[in-house]
């Protein structure tokens, strides 16, 4: 299935593919670095303030490290004051899956890239709105794309 998806940040972001990319263990390793590894496919963290772009301000698609899909776009992204990037709101609506998250003690919404299973951190109901939701991503689940911001 496809889709494609507009925004204020690009004129089209692309199509969105949810066909499931399955490598192995051994194919991520070597894909990956360490910490982006042991966030995407082991389900950690990164520290607060410590990621790439937990302060990054520049125009452009936030995508998933694994296989590249576009996740989040720069104008949902905002500062939540939490130490990791934060959005409030997906691409759309196929990109990202949800599940129940009871680790650590906590009950939790984990979210994950629909087409290669990477954990990318967690959705909360405190974000502004329109959404009143807070994505919560780690820096090492996800990679920067420039794009120049919309003409007035």
């Keep these: 299935?496809?889709?494609?998806?507009?925004?204020?940040?690009?004129?089209?972001?692309?199509?969105?593919?949810?066909?499931?990319?399955?490598?192995?263990?051994?194919?991520?390793?070597?894909?990956?670095?360490?910490?982006?590894?042991?966030?995407?496919?082991?389900?950690?963290?990164e520290r607060a303030f410590s990621g790439a772009y937990w302060d990054h301000a520049e125009w452009g698609i936030y995508s998933c490290v694994c296989c590249g899909t576009d996740l989040f776009l720069s104008d949902t992204k905002f500062d939540a004051g939490c130490g990791w990037p934060s959005y409030f709101k997906p691409v759309n609506d196929q990109v990202i899956t949800e599940h129940r998250d009871t680790s650590h003690g906590m009950v939790r919404t984990e979210v994950v890239c629909t087409k290669c299973d990477a954990h990318l951190g967690h959705v909360f109901p405190d974000g502004p709105p329109p959404t009143g939701l807070r994505y919560c991503i780690n820096s090492a689940s996800i990679k920067f794309r420039k794009t120049d911001p919309p003409k007035k």
């Design 1 to 45: 299935m496809a889709a494609v998806v507009l925004s204020a940040c690009a004129k089209e972001v692309g199509t969105v593919d949810t066909n499931k990319v399955v490598k192995t263990e051994a194919e991520w390793k070597k894909q990956l670095s360490d910490e982006q590894y042991r966030v995407t496919r082991k389900k950690g963290t």
